[in-house]
T-cell receptor, first 107, second 114 residues
């Protein structure tokens, strides 16, 4: 059965304290793995698409990586405005959404 | 930039009313989706459409119907609103071959049914 699990559920960081969010997945045929950012009361905002193991994508302080079983979203020197919920989404025969990691960055 | 717009940000309706939620995308995407998002339950797919006049049920279609008369517009209809349909409703669109392309989301409609 295709599934995706995100960890941790919540992460509290100090401004400038780098860390990583994890997305573990199992899928019979990966079409794409997507990362989104969602602010409270708003729709998810697309960040990255990864298609194959070894692929990496970067945007400002964020870097997404992919292996055959996991994806990581690395956050380098985060700022308070990076506080949001980050969603990992599995694209297979059926699109599967992770539960998200709530990130809090304190100034 | 891809833009997905939804007709209302906030909506309050009474039990039993017929409710229309409209979504428009400007990227010529083939696929369009309706989700609801509830605390602790994440995003759940209600319906999706891969072409004009075509629709497929998602995971929770009961109590909802959809309409897609034009490629850029996808409507969600609550035939007789109930309190358990109070939720955040999100519309999304993507290119064809679902699962291979990212979905772009609208801002959401917070619906309250009293």
């Amino acid at each position: 059965e295709d599934q995706v699990t995100q960890s941790p559920e919540a992460l509290r960081l100090q401004e400038g304290e780098s860390s990583s969010l994890n997305c573990s997945y199992t899928v019979s045929g990966l079409r794409g793995l997507f990362w989104y950012r969602q602010d409270p009361g708003k729709g998810p905002e697309f960040l990255f698409t990864l298609y194959s193991a070894g692929e990496e994508k970067e945007k400002e302080r964020l870097k997404a990586t992919l292996t055959k079983k996991e994806s990581f979203l690395h956050i380098t020197a985060p700022k308070p405005e990076d506080s949001a919920t980050y969603l990992c989404v599995l694209g297979g025969f059926k699109t599967i959404f992770g539960a998200g990691t709530r990130l809090f960055v304190k100034a | 930039d891809v833009k997905v717009t939804q007709s209302s940000r906030y909506l309050v309706k009474r039990t039993g009313e017929k409710v229309f939620l409209e979504c428009v995308q400007d990227m010529d995407h083939e696929n369009m989706f309706w989700y609801r998002q509830d605390p602790g339950l994440g995003l759940r797919l209600i319906y999706f459409s891969y072409d004009v006049k075509m629709k497929e049920k998602g995971d929770i279609p009961e109590g909802y119907s959809v309409s897609r008369e034009k490629k850029e517009r996808f409507s969600l209809i609550l035939e007789s609103a109930s309190t358990n349909q109070t939720s955040m409703y999100l519309c999304a669109s993507s290119f064809a071959l679902a699962g291979s392309y990212e979905q772009y989301f609208g801002p959401g409609t917070r619906l309250t049914v009293t």
